[in-house]
């Protein structure tokens, strides 16, 4: 057996089956995808590993990859789909959704999926005091109207650090919007990388490519958004805010995602 294992994590974001025009707490907690999770380890399934939700990507955590991370200091590797070391079939699978993005603007051909299903989970866990192994984005990207109500950490963990990857939840009492922030930390002393397939990008903002999805649902349009910057993966899902304002949102956390230190 080769000294170097890569867990390879390919995951898909998909979206939350919302079928009333108001959506309820119930809805968002009670409805679920009922295709498994696309978490793979070594092109073998494995269900026991926690899911992060970040689109189009390879999380690689090897035991020995110094070399390979030393060359992308960001733990940040863009390629093409094809040049990936992937099976015929997950390669495919790939494709397929690869398609859909750049056809319906969403991987999931507008059927939504699995997004804030732990919303119950997250408020829970509010007053809950998480070890990370890094610093979270400051609340102050989003306005003063949205208040924190939830969060959970989650990924690897160790005791000497923390958990890996931090969800939150903001809320808009008013207005019932939501907006759910999971950040990962590619950590260069593990030696963790990402590679990001070029197929996977849709759209440009604040000068960086990711993942824009899109899908309408009743009067109102569901958004996730997903990129990786400067050893930290983000995905961003919103409920009732306007696309401006995501864009918006967006910019914001790629601005501070530049003068990210650990």
């Known amino acids: 057996m080769k000294k170097k294992v890569l867990f390879l994590f390919l995951i898909i974001i998909s979206l939350y089956f919302l079928i009333e025009k108001v959506i309820s707490d119930d809805d968002l907690e009670n409805k679920r995808p009922l295709k498994p999770e696309n978490i793979i380890t070594n092109e073998v399934e494995a269900k026991s590993l926690k899911k992060i939700d970040v689109a189009s990507s390879n999380i690689v955590t090897p035991q020995d990859l110094r070399e390979e991370r030393a060359k992308y200091p960001s733990g940040i ?10 099976s015929d079939q997950t390669r495919e699978k790939l494709k397929k ?3 859909n993005l750049h056809k319906y603007g969403n ?9 804030f299903k732990g919303i119950k989970k997250y408020r829970k866990n509010i007053d809950k005091d998480y070890p990370l192994s890094f610093v979270p984005t400051e609340n102050d990207f989003l306005e003063n ?3 924190l109500t939830g969060k ?6 160790s005791q000497e650090s923390g958990f890996n990857s931090y969800t939150r939840l903001f809320e808009n009492s008013e207005t019932k919007q939501k907006v759910e922030l999971t950040e990962m930390y590619l950590n260069p002393t ?3 990388m990402i590679e990001v397939f070029k197929e996977s990008f849709n759209k440009k903002i604040n000068g960086l490519d990711l993942t824009f ?8 349009t569901v958004y996730t958004v997903d990129f990786a910057n400067n050893q930290k993966m983000y995905s961003l899902s919103t409920i009732r805010v306007e696309k401006r304002e995501v864009e918006s949102l967006v910019f914001s956390l790629i601005e501070a995602s530049k003068n990210f230190e650990n």
Not at 77 to 86: G, M, S
């Open 190 to 192: 593990n030696h963790t």
């Open 213 to 220: 999805q899109e899908i309408p649902v009743g009067n109102t």
């Open 145 to 147: 109207n949205f208040q």
């Open 152 to 157: 959970y950490a989650s990924g690897a963990f």
């Open 77 to 86: 590797k863009v390629l093409a789909l094809h040049e990936a070391n992937l």
């Open 97 to 99: 959704d690869f398609d």
């Open 107 to 115: 991987f999931n051909q507008n059927k939504l999926g699995n997004e």
